[in-house]
């Protein structure tokens, strides 16, 4: 049945039919003309968080769709009183009459994009701004807050007495960092840079110019600072084949705390760990011991190399999640599960920020929430590395982080009446001062962190989702008139772009691209979006974002295989490291590196590709940190297969290996992990760093290792 054949059978249904008093247009004017009211009203924190979605907002974004539903709505409520007069009224029917407004207001969350037929002009929208900062008026409201959560959602409480040898908190805490990307919006974004000084080396993999990222390798031109598992610090002067050590400073008690990453900055070095604090406690003559996560930022004065000094530090309860530094500001994220009992006072549900607890008005409390679990934020200036500047603490899960020179960006997976969306929350930062500012949602799930881009005050963002537009509206109506609508295909994958402005309300969208297909890797510079889809072959799009309400696909290029990582390299060029796949049945053969020509967006070109094969899995792509890519040094390399890689790239030549160094060659097999390996370059000297050693290499003479350097252990 095609869409005008659907909607006349809805109106076939509702002819001659009067429908109840609270759906007549002088009820619906009233309602809204109420909503309207309320909306400019003053309300308790905790009354406008019950409040549902207003049936204003769908009347308004939604237009024909929305009347469409309304005649659903009537026609199961004749057929409902038909079922009645004739005395075989069915309890589990929808509600209807009365009520009917009321289960509009609160399951209509259908796309406006829905309906093929409507005439409004109004722009198309998944995404709905929410009472995402309410603040909390007291520790109580809090707690009563966690409690609905526990009861809607069937969270079982437990109290948090668990205890886990060593190793299994290391798993449970530890950060990994290749499930966290974020997505640039300048081309040299994510290049390695120099710093100050006349080396040329490189730097952290970044994703937005202007903001740092922590790793747990670095270098300043001079020295190499490596932080390593048993907690220790070691800094080595980098000299090729002369390298030495300088210093090995125990950073962390190695038996209750573990190292996650640092920045440098001059002749501060900041050091984020997580560790362990137990207590013991009593209930009436009953002992037991429990154990907080917290996360600490040690700072180091290093002025003298070989004599690292404890300078300050801060400490935030929850598990370490992610940080950033923008000027002299550290922000860092972590994840606190409150322990919620059945009484307020038997509860911990306030996390200690710096030893003191966070203040109840610093809560952001969601209109919508399936999720106990907090994200703090806090901000330390490491002028002063002893005080936190600012802490706000948001009441929901994070899947993703996406920061911007303004702006962070918190997504969160949730699932509603069987489908998914991503809660978007915005925070504005300036100086270490933390805002809330707003939040919404879009329809489907996020590959990474990539998938979110701030460009001139918009956000874009790119989702796979199940279901188009058809089958979500013909689902809806099933769901209100209780007859079969269903259509095949309801969960095939689908794509969407979206773009929001600086209050998180969606200005123009993109949506039902690739059917089957999933996101697998973005990338956005200024006005243009590329981003690239998978199931067999490896479509990339690049799309038009110059105009927020109207984007527009430009071109779709289809190769085999999958590109999982995106990085410009240099102008009108865009680099991909991924995989390729057999284009019948998408079984991945090999190591895949594709250079892309972007001069032209509605025409983008594959220029050259290098396939490694019998390589179906390389963990370091996942981990954009790991990943070294400087245009400027005509520079690609990454940990893979126990060896490291680099290669260069020529429009004359295309992709060419210039070194494959393998670790068995030096013994190192056991010592070189993945996560734990980095490749730096410091002038022309080319250097693989691990926990433990140091090898060096000539890039001038074609990449001849120099010397293999122990780092000793204490």
Not at 182 to 199: I, N, P, V
Request: hydrophobic letters at 35%; glycine letters at 6%.
């Amino acid at each position: 049945m095609n869409e005008k054949d659907l909607l006349n059978k809805i109106k076939d249904s509702a002819e001659n039919v009067t429908p109840p008093d609270s759906l007549s247009p002088d009820a619906i004017e009233k309602m809204l003309s109420q909503n309207a009211s309320a909306q400019n009203r003053p309300e308790h924190s905790a009354e406008r968080r019950r409040k549902k979605r207003s049936l204003s907002y769908y009347i308004t974004h939604y237009g024909s769709l929305a009347a469409v539903c309304v005649l659903a709505v009537t026609a199961a409520w004749q057929a409902n009183e038909i079922s009645r007069l004739s005395g075989e009224e069915d309890s589990s029917k929808i509600r209807i009459a009365e009520d009917a407004s009321a289960d509009m207001e609160e399951n209509l969350t259908v796309s406006a994009a829905a309906s093929e037929e409507s005439e409004t002009t109004s722009p198309r929208s998944s995404a709905v701004l929410t009472d995402a900062f309410t603040y909390a008026d007291s520790y109580e409201e809090i707690y009563r807050t966690l409690q609905e959560i526990s009861a809607n959602y069937g969270y079982v409480i437990l109290e948090d007495t668990m205890e886990y040898s060593a190793v299994e908190t290391r798993e449970l805490y530890s950060q990994d960092t290749g499930a966290l990307a974020r997505s640039a919006s300048d081309a040299d974004a994510e290049s390695a840079s120099s710093g100050s000084g006349a080396a040329d080396f490189s730097d952290t993999n970044i994703q937005e110019k202007g903001v740092d990222e922590a790793d747990i390798i670095k270098t300043d031109g001079t020295y190499i600072y490596i932080l390593r598992g048993n907690g220790t610090l070691a800094i080595v002067r980098a000299d090729g084949a002369s390298s030495e050590t300088v210093s090995i400073t125990e950073v962390i008690d190695k038996n209750s705390a573990y190292i996650q990453e640092m920045y440098l900055d001059g002749d501060l070095l900041h050091i984020i760990a997580v560790q362990e604090q137990t207590s013991l406690n009593q209930e009436s003559d009953v002992y037991y011991t429990s154990t907080n996560i917290e996360t600490v930022l040690h700072t180091y004065d290093i002025a003298d190399r070989s004599a690292p000094v404890l300078a300050g530090t801060v400490t935030q309860e929850g598990s370490y999640t992610d940080s950033r530094k923008v000027g002299s500001f550290i922000y860092l994220f972590t994840s606190y599960y409150p322990d919620i009992q059945s009484t307020y006072n038997e509860s911990t549900i306030i996390p200690r920020i710096n030893g003191t607890a966070a203040e109840a008005s610093d809560f952001y409390l969601p209109g919508s929430m399936q999720d106990t679990a907090y994200l703090v934020i806090s901000s330390v200036d490491s002028s002063a590395p002893n005080d936190i500047v600012d802490s706000k603490i948001l009441v929901s899960g994070a899947s993703h982080f996406y920061v911007s020179t303004e702006n962070i960006y918190i997504a969160n997976e949730t699932y509603t009446s069987g489908t998914t969306r991503t809660e978007l929350t915005k925070f504005h930062y300036a100086d270490g001062q933390i805002t809330g500012v707003a939040a919404a949602f879009v329809k489907g799930y996020l590959n990474d962190s990539f998938s979110l881009n701030e460009y001139n005050g918009y956000l874009r963002v790119v989702t796979t989702y199940y279901g188009n537009s058809t089958t979500a509206l013909r689902n809806k109506l099933g769901e209100l008139t209780d007859l079969d609508f269903s259509v095949s295909g309801d969960w095939e994958e689908h794509n969407g772009l979206f773009i929001f402005d600086e209050n998180m309300q969606q200005t123009g969208s993109i949506e039902d691209l690739a059917e089957g297909e999933t996101i697998r890797s973005a990338r956005f510079f200024g006005d243009t979006g590329y981003f690239v889809t998978f199931r067999q072959t490896d479509p990339l799009f690049s799309a038009d974002l110059s105009d927020p309400a109207n984007p527009q696909i430009l071109g779709e290029l289809k190769i085999s295989g999958f590109s999982s990582y995106l990085h410009f390299y240099g102008e009108d060029l865009l680099l991909g490291i991924g995989y390729e796949a057999d284009e019948n049945t998408g079984i991945t053969s090999g190591l895949k590196l594709s250079m892309f020509d972007i001069s032209d967006p509605t025409n983008v070109t594959e220029t050259d590709r290098l396939v490694l094969p019998g390589i179906t899995w390389c963990p370091a792509i996942e981990n954009y940190k790991s990943i070294l890519v400087q245009p400027e040094k005509n520079l690609i390399g990454f940990f893979c297969d126990n060896r490291y890689l680099t290669f260069s790239w020529t429009e004359e030549n295309g992709f060419s290996q210039e070194m494959v160094y393998d670790f068995y060659s030096d013994m190192l097999t056991g010592a070189a992990d993945y996560t734990t390996v980095r490749g730096l370059y410091i002038d022309d000297t080319f250097y693989v760093a691990g926990e433990t050693f140091l090898v060096s290499f000539d890039m001038e003479k074609e990449f001849e290792k120099l010397e293999a350097v122990r780092i000793a252990e204490e």
